[in-house]
């Protein structure tokens, strides 16, 4: 895949000749490619809808997407499974600050990427609810900021569409209980009324690992002939524990470990929604909406602190057991603790805490907390009609949006030392938190108190140009204007260490698509297309060289970034007819001005800066059929995601690195061509569906997922010695089965059963590089190596820590519709 040029020349010369002057019309044709989509209607290829979700039995949009649609795989980094990455064609949309987003989420017409960080919130989206899901491939500029890869459009159930009433339970493995009930019907006068909500509950298969999450949806619609109108309200609630990734030893002796607790997240949300739409007696068509939706988000980190490990966490000195004996402590060694007789020391964080000395040292635990209100309100109007000019005909649609949103974001992170059940106990005095004051020469101050406002106004426009009988060409731009103002209530007037700035960014973004159909059914299209993201706040705020961040998510200063362009060629071919559905795809983005973390001379810390170039080209190809009671799909995707570009990032737990020697802080370089971790290169989807009676249907569903490369190995150079370093530098391929099945005794009754994970796998679905606190027995070991001591630092034990999925699982329930 060395040049995909040559690929679109053959596609082109292809397109020609399928296009015979005089040809029959045909009874089926694939689905278009669709640079036609806009956020409030349009035609896209459907990945999803309700019938589909029920079968998945799927807790998310998100679970369903990774076990059904090409091109999509899952990163647990969060641990939870309403917390997932989604990478579709390696563009991601992912529920944490500071991860790269690079997908639209679109539910009802509005996009649901947050104001402040662009992130998606998986749980806030009402499953039960969800009547359609389309995606979108390529940069969709129509669709907006971080429209990079694609878009994601979700489209919730009416009144009309789901009348009576469902009620829906079930229950399974690790104490997973799930429930919702919907209603919904049609009124005299035009109106229809639905309203949903749905609950998930679980202790999780990983210890300490208990989450929950409600939400609900109300709907209310009236329509005629001409015109519709629907007004929507949403609420979610959710509680979410995500223990995220372990290290591998750890994980071997047993996998329902974690590495440090608590790591919570509490999301509240709630939206309402007005959409509309009317066609004019003149043949023009109306649609727009407008929403409001506020969401407060707070999160609960207990983390290891790396800046102590290498440090002397044991037996107090005389002026710390003075400081506890003080403070009423009693208990403490007054001589002879060590590394090797004390396996979770607190002595020494504790009176470090109390003296205001060196607490960043001392305490191996951190409490991270941050809590972020978001407010954000808009509107979208759309006009479409259809004219001629001479010999061609068009249909034109017209769009113009206005987003306006706040932020308050506040962060604060509290020392304290691991337990042995390995979660984090805080500690209270005058040096508790990381706020610079501490008399040591590498305090760090981890506070943030920012207030953001952005204002986007947009402004696009569709022509689908009728180039003949069967041939179309497909044009599409969207201005965006996005003025972001942050202040900073810590350090306010700007420069460095500030976060205030009041950056603007402009951009207009063009696609076109020429698409044939032949008489046979097939349809064949290219494409070029290009699309932008403005930096997140979470990267504004950290991307001063003069004043790195400790952690990515540590905001600590604001020179301007560039935006985020995407340009994607795409060649599709679609067949459809009365059996199934063949489709094939090649597509090349390539993505210039990509915001990386990457490392500065300060040791251990880094900022955020544009990085240069990445790539991201494959195949897909796709299959579905019917055949008497059986239904057969399958994918396959092949993405080569790779830099284009070289930079420096920090590489601690990598072998490769430029460190003093092995286990020592370093750099490593990334080099054109390396590829960009986390992205498997093959993935293989297959699903056999079998309706055995009337009352009786089984569906079997496989996902073979081949290996991708850690975090911190963005080289791909990492090698494990067994002494310095322990793992591998990336995750293992892997193959998960589901298989699922209904029983209708009755009608409006039906039991169903699903096993996730068939055959019991163990696998990964990320993994990063990275220094251990703990020894095998899980154990806190701030110093693994007596020496060599350099410029008063000692090697650490790197290894590498894994996302591991979920075992085997049975969920049993059953539904009544009437």
């Known amino acids: 895949m060395r040049d995909m040029r040559g690929w679109f020349c053959a596609g082109a010369s292809c397109l020609c000749l399928a296009m015979p002057a005089q040809a029959q019309d045909t009874t089926a044709t694939g689905p278009d490619i669709i640079v036609r989509a806009t956020p409030l209607a349009g035609e896209a290829p459907e990945v999803g809808n309700a019938r589909a979700l029920q079968a998945t039995q799927a807790v998310s949009v998100a679970e369903h997407l990774a076990r059904t649609a090409p091109g999509v795989t899952i990163n647990d980094v969060q641990g939870n499974p309403l917390q997932p990455d989604v990478n579709y064609r390696g563009l991601t949309a992912s529920p944490l600050l500071g991860t790269a987003q690079g997908l639209s989420v679109y539910l009802d017409g509005v996009r649901v990427n947050q104001p402040f960080g662009d992130v998606v919130s998986w749980d806030l989206i009402p499953t039960v609810a969800v009547a359609d899901i389309d995606l979108v491939s390529g940069a969709a500029p129509q669709f907006g900021r971080n429209a990079l890869g694609g878009a994601l459009v979700l489209r919730t159930k009416s009144g009309k569409s789901d009348p009576g009433v469902t009620l829906e339970a079930s229950g399974g493995a690790f104490g997973r209980v799930t429930g919702s009930a919907q209603a919904g019907g049609v009124l005299p006068g035009g109106l229809d009324w639905y309203v949903a909500a749905d609950h998930f509950r679980e202790n999780g298969w990983r210890d300490l690992s208990r989450s929950r999450a409600s939400r609900a949806l109300a709907k209310l619609g009236w329509s005629d002939a001409a015109s519709s109108v629907s007004l929507a309200g949403h609420f979610a609630d959710t509680n979410l524990n995500g223990n995220g990734l372990q290290e591998m030893r750890l994980l071997a002796a047993d996998r329902r470990s974690v590495y440090t607790a608590p790591d919570n997240t509490r999301n509240r949300m709630g939206m309402v929604v007005l959409n509309g739409e009317t066609r004019l007696d003149s043949g023009l068509h109306l649609r727009g909406n407008a929403f409001w939706r506020h969401l407060r988000t707070q999160t609960y980190n207990g983390d290891v602190n790396d800046d102590a490990l290498g440090e002397n966490l044991y037996q107090p000195n005389a002026a710390e057991q003075a400081a506890l004996t003080s403070a009423g402590y009693t208990g403490f060694p007054v001589a002879g603790e060590t590394q090797a007789n004390t396996p979770f020391p607190q002595w020494r964080c504790i009176a470090n805490v109390l003296l205001n000395t060196e607490p960043n040292e001392k305490c191996d635990g951190l409490i991270n907390r941050s809590q972020t209100r978001q407010s954000e309100w808009g509107a979208t109007l759309e006009a479409s009609g259809r004219f001629t000019t001479g010999p061609f005909a068009h249909d034109l649609t017209l769009g113009a949006s206005y987003i306006g949103s706040t932020a308050h974001f506040t962060q604060s992170s509290q020392f304290g030392y691991i337990l042995p059940d390995r979660t984090v106990m805080p500690v209270?005095?005058?040096?508790?938190?990381?706020?610079?004051?501490?008399d040591s020469e590498n305090a760090f101050d981890a506070r943030v108190d920012l207030r953001s406002r952005t204002t986007a106004l947009s402004a696009y426009a569709l022509d689908r140009v009728g180039l003949g009988q069967r041939l179309t060409l497909d044009l599409a731009a969207r201005y965006d204007r996005v003025a972001v103002r942050n202040r900073d209530a810590i350090t306010p007037g700007g420069g460095t260490g500030s976060l205030d700035s009041s950056p603007v960014y402009h951009r207009l973004n063009p696609a076109i698509t020429?698409?044939?159909?032949?008489?046979?059914?097939?349809?064949?299209?290219?494409?070029?297309?290009?699309?932008?993201?403005?930096?997140?706040a979470i990267e504004l705020g950290c991307s001063d060289p003069a004043s790195p961040c400790r952690l990515p998510n540590a905001l600590a200063g604001d020179p301007p970034l560039r935006q985020v362009i995407a340009r994607t060629m795409e060649i599709r071919l679609d067949r459809g007819n009365g059996w199934g559905h063949v489709h094939a795809a090649l597509f090349r983005t390539d993505s210039s001005d990509d915001i990386l973390f990457v490392a500065n001379d300060a040791l251990?810390?880094?900022?955020?800066?544009?990085f240069g170039k990445t790539r991201r080209q494959g195949l897909e190809l796709s299959a579905d059929a019917r055949l008497r009671g059986f239904t057969f799909s399958a994918s396959y995707t092949l993405l080569d995601a790779t830099y284009r570009s070289s930079e420096v990032v920090n590489g601690s737990g990598n072998s490769s690195n430029d460190g003093a020697g092995p286990g020592f802080d370093g750099t490593i370089a990334i080099q054109p061509g390396n590829r960009i971790p986390l992205l498997p290169r093959h993935t293989v989807k297959a699903a056999v569906g079998w309706e055995a009676t009337p009352w009786l249907s089984l569906n079997l569903d496989m996902v073979a997922v081949s290996s991708a490369f850690a975090r911190g190995n963005e080289n791909n150079a990492?090698?494990?010695?067994?002494?310095?370093?322990?793992g591998p530098g990336g995750t293992a391929p892997y193959a998960l089965f589901n298989l699922g099945g209904e029983v209708r005794p009755r009608t409006g009754l039906t039991i169903f059963a699903m096993v996730r994970n068939l055959f019991d796998k163990d696998y990964a679905s990320a993994a990063q590089l990275g220094a251990t606190a703990f020894d095998a027995q899980g154990r806190v070991v701030s110093r693994p190596f007596a020496g060599p001591v350099i410029d008063g630092e000692r090697p650490l034990l790197q290894s590498t820590f894994f996302a591991p999925g979920a075992p085997r699982s049975l969920q049993v329930g059953a539904r009544l519709h009437f």
């Not at 251990?604 to 544009?610: D, E, Q, V």
């Not at 990492?718 to 322990?726: E, N, P, R, S, V």
């Open 428 to 438: 209270s005095g005058p040096g508790a938190f990381a706020d610079g004051t501490q």
């Open 514 to 536: 020429l698409t044939g159909k032949a008489a046979d059914g097939t349809t064949l299209a290219l494409s070029w297309s290009q699309a932008s993201r403005a930096p997140s």
């Open 718 to 726: 990492h090698q494990a010695d067994g002494t310095y370093y322990l």
């Open 604 to 610: 251990g810390y880094g900022y955020f800066r544009n």
